[in-house]
T-cell receptor, first 113, second 111 residues
């Protein structure tokens, strides 16, 4: 069974479009995250949710809006896509917000043309 | 200045070599130190973590932390081709509830 799953795996779209990425974890974890990894492998946190409550909201453009319908799901909606949004987006989950292992999904490779 | 700086690499070594991967950090509030391994086109996976200065061993892997110098290292003994991956250091700030990652070092172990 996949612990953290993301859909879609690949997303190719044009500038200006709106797209969503979905994430689900079946680990029973309370905390979920969205990370962005650029072409140079730099992994940066965007958001974290704990029990559906937004905990971390880094300096991310308002075009990015996370939504957590329940603690097993965390989706990411992106409006008005720009070329600079091209990256791999990783969802992750952990037991809680303290120090503990984060389990990452396989990533969604977004290409904006 | 980034909060976590990692030796950029890439690094290419022959099979059996000892590998040293290094990071420095600037924020004394960082409390826990982790190493993740990321294979190509996969998500990162945790290798090990520690919170105190000193060494922690797990098989062929040793994590070393020097809090006075704000320096962390990962050593891989008897490196194998299967160790070829990108290694990311990550430092966790419990108060902020988040981990900050280094840029990653890509390692290739040649048979």
């Amino acid at each position: 069974d996949t612990a953290v799953s993301q859909t879609p795996k690949y997303l190719v779209t044009q500038m200006g479009n709106d797209k969503s990425i979905k994430c689900e974890q079946n680990l029973g974890h309370d905390t979920m995250y969205w990370y962005k990894q650029d072409s140079k492998k730099f992994l940066k946190i965007m958001f974290s949710y704990n029990n559906k409550e937004l905990i971390i909201n880094e300096t991310v453009p308002n075009r990015f809006s996370p939504k957590s319908p329940d603690k097993a799901h965390l989706n990411l909606h992106i409006n008005s896509l720009e070329l600079g949004d091209s990256a791999v987006y990783f969802c992750a989950s952990s037991l809680w917000t303290g120090v503990n292992e984060q389990y990452f999904g396989p990533g969604t490779r977004l290409t904006v043309t | 200045q980034k909060e976590v700086e990692q030796d950029p690499g890439p690094l290419s070594v022959p099979e059996g070599a000892i590998v040293s991967l290094n990071c420095t950090y600037s924020n004394s509030a960082f409390q826990y130190f982790m190493w993740y391994r990321q294979y190509s086109r996969k998500g990162p996976e945790l290798l090990m973590y520690t919170y105190s200065s000193g060494n922690k061993e797990d098989g062929r892997f040793t994590a070393q932390v020097d809090k006075s110098s704000k320096y962390i290292s990962l050593f891989i003994r008897d490196s194998q081709p299967s160790d070829s991956a990108t290694y990311l250091c990550a430092i966790h700030n419990t108060n902020a509830g988040k981990s900050t990652f280094g840029d990653g070092t890509t390692l290739t172990v040649k048979p």
